[in-house]
């Protein structure tokens, strides 16, 4: 059974940092791509940042410079660093992934697994 499972979130000041984690039990032959989404009360669900066995990380606008995606290949877990965390970055984080595909990942398209998500929360 593929799981995702997210781990990491919590309470912190603006201006601090957090380190999600992702353990992935899903293993892609041919490639992958893997990201991580967030969504705030009242909001749609966007793409945060996404990595792929192929190339460079991509990462929303709104966190380019103060989150950093990275995947442990041996260890099979997707980590997003997050510094300097804002009050708009609240909300809960899902991580996703899905084998390489037709949609460049840098589109956040097409994520075919997900995990049930963990929740920050950032007090101004």
């Known amino acids: 059974q593929v799981k995702l499972v997210e781990s990491g979130g919590g309470s912190v000041q603006a201006g601090e940092s957090l380190t999600l984690s992702c353990e992935v039990s899903v293993h892609f032959d041919n490639g992958y791509c893997m990201g991580w989404f967030r969504q705030a009360p009242g909001k749609e669900r966007e793409g945060v940042a996404s990595t792929h066995i192929d190339g460079s990380p991509t990462y929303a606008d709104s966190v380019k410079g103060r989150f950093t995606i990275s995947h442990d290949k041996r260890k099979n877990t997707l980590y997003l660093q997050m510094d300097n965390l804002k009050p708009e970055d609240a909300g809960m984080y899902y991580c996703?992934?899905?084998?390489?595909?037709?949609?460049?990942?840098?589109?956040?398209?097409?994520?075919?697994?997900w995990g049930r998500g963990t929740l920050v929360t950032i007090s101004s």
């Open positions: 996703a992934a899905r084998g390489s595909g037709p949609a460049p990942c840098r589109t956040f398209y097409g994520m075919e697994y």
